[in-house]
């Protein structure tokens, strides 16, 4: 099978003139470094979680009879922050980033729909003011937002906490906004006439559509808010998840035990990805799948 899929690469390699031929090199040289950097912490983290013993001069060196999974066990077992293990801070990562996603997913397709689809007074602002949040960082809005939430009462609250996700004024709407706009209105017309409200075109019609895109955003979406330590440390301070974890971990703090050393702090690093990368190899044939090509007739 790859000798086939080799042989037609070269054919088609082979069908382009010279100075595409050297385009297509320089750019897969150019790839294939990027690829190199990025994936060199990996396994070095990966390599490192495993051996019995910590040699930074040659953590790139693969040696099989110093592999062990002990570092792993002690990640369940000796790994904790203010009392919570590995399993408890994994439930916090897990429920933080699920509610994240949804809020802020639900907020910015509700704003980016009605910036894209309606005209109502105040339209042209709203869109000025996220391109303006998106293109000019406001570096003080740190500080008033935990004060807000301060007086609202949603520091360690999980109850009200998620009102601070849904402000839709994000990468996600401005995404979405161009999404919705590209759908055609003429599905929208069709199911005006056949009476349904806009609420029923927008999420039988327009958000099956644009479900990719959105999926998309989401997946996209998790690995930031997986390594978000700040929001644990600031306003969820009872509720440690394991961005947090390991921040405490790499500054020594008093409140986490890390006995283990370096080689179990590579473990938590390995530990805490891992469920990250296994929602990526899993979300990407759900992606593909639901791609979907237009419908429109005559």
Not at 205 to 228: C, E, H, K, M, S
Not at 267 to 273: D, G, M, T
């Given at each position: 099978m790859f000798k086939n899929i080799?042989?037609?690469?070269?054919?088609?390699?082979?069908?382009?003139?010279?100075?595409?031929?050297?385009?297509l090199v320089c750019f897969f040289l150019l790839f294939l470094f990027e690829a190199v950097i990025h994936l060199m912490p990996v396994f070095w983290v990966v390599n490192t979680a495993f051996k019995n013993s910590y040699d930074p001069l040659n953590s790139f060196a693969i040696e099989l009879d110093k592999f062990t999974f002990k570092n792993i066990g002690m990640v369940f077992s000796k790994f904790k922050i203010m009392g919570l293990g590995y399993f408890g801070m994994l439930m916090n990562s897990l429920w933080t980033t699920v509610l994240y996603i949804f809020v802020n997913v639900m907020s910015s397709t509700l704003l980016a729909y009605a910036l894209a689809r309606f005209r109502f007074p105040g339209k042209d602002f709203l869109y000025g003011l996220l391109i303006f949040i998106r293109t000019i960082p406001i570096m003080s809005a740190g500080s008033a937002g935990f004060k807000l939430c301060v007086s609202l009462g949603m520091i360690n609250n999980p109850l009200t906490i998620w009102l601070g996700w849904a402000s839709a004024f994000d990468y996600t709407c401005f995404i979405l906004y161009g999404t919705f706009k590209g759908i055609s209105g003429t599905y929208s017309e069709a199911a005006e006439i056949e009476g349904a409200n806009q609420f029923q075109i927008?999420?039988?019609?327009?958000?099956?559509?644009?479900?990719?895109?959105?999926?998309?955003?989401?997946?996209?979406?998790?690995?930031?808010?997986?390594?978000?330590?700040?929001t644990s440390q600031i306003y969820l301070s009872k509720y440690p998840n394991l961005a947090y974890g390991l921040f405490q971990f790499a500054n020594g703090s008093n409140n986490a035990a890390f006995?283990?050393?370096?080689?179990?702090?590579?473990?938590?690093?390995?530990?805490?990805?891992?469920?990250?990368?296994?929602?990526?190899?899993?979300?990407?044939?759900?992606?593909?799948?639901?791609?979907?090509?237009?419908?429109?007739?005559?």
């Open positions: 080799f042989k037609n690469a070269w054919k088609r390699f082979a069908a382009f003139s010279i100075g595409a031929r050297i385009a927008l999420f039988r019609i327009i958000f099956p559509q644009a479900f990719p895109a959105i999926l998309a955003l989401a997946v996209t979406n998790i690995t930031g808010r997986w390594n978000d330590y700040a006995s283990g050393g370096k080689l179990m702090y590579y473990a938590s690093l390995f530990c805490a990805a891992l469920p990250v990368v296994v929602i990526y190899a899993t979300s990407q044939g759900l992606i593909l799948k639901n791609i979907a090509v237009g419908g429109i007739k005559g």
